[in-house]
């Protein structure tokens, strides 16, 4: 948690509270929390996974807009 804190630019405390949020919202834990280690639940495996697709088509949506930038589209 605490590098991954560092690499968002935020404190650990910080991370750790958006996680448990996060967490408390979906109903179920993500991580499967064990002295220094981490593990994905089912869950946290399906959180990223989904994640990861928003994030692609997010990529594909600005490239089309851009694509299409300078181009007036009119539908009926």
Request: charged share 20%.
């Amino acid at each position: 948690i605490t590098k991954a804190a560092q690499k968002l630019y935020i404190t650990q405390p910080t991370l750790s509270q958006a996680l448990l949020k996060l967490e408390q919202e979906l109903g179920q834990p993500l991580f499967i929390r064990q002295h220094n280690e981490m593990l994905l639940t089912p869950a946290g495996q399906d959180y990223i996974k989904t994640a990861e697709q928003i994030m692609w088509l997010k990529k594909m949506l600005y490239n089309r807009l851009q694509a299409n930038s300078g181009r007036l589209q009119i539908s009926l």
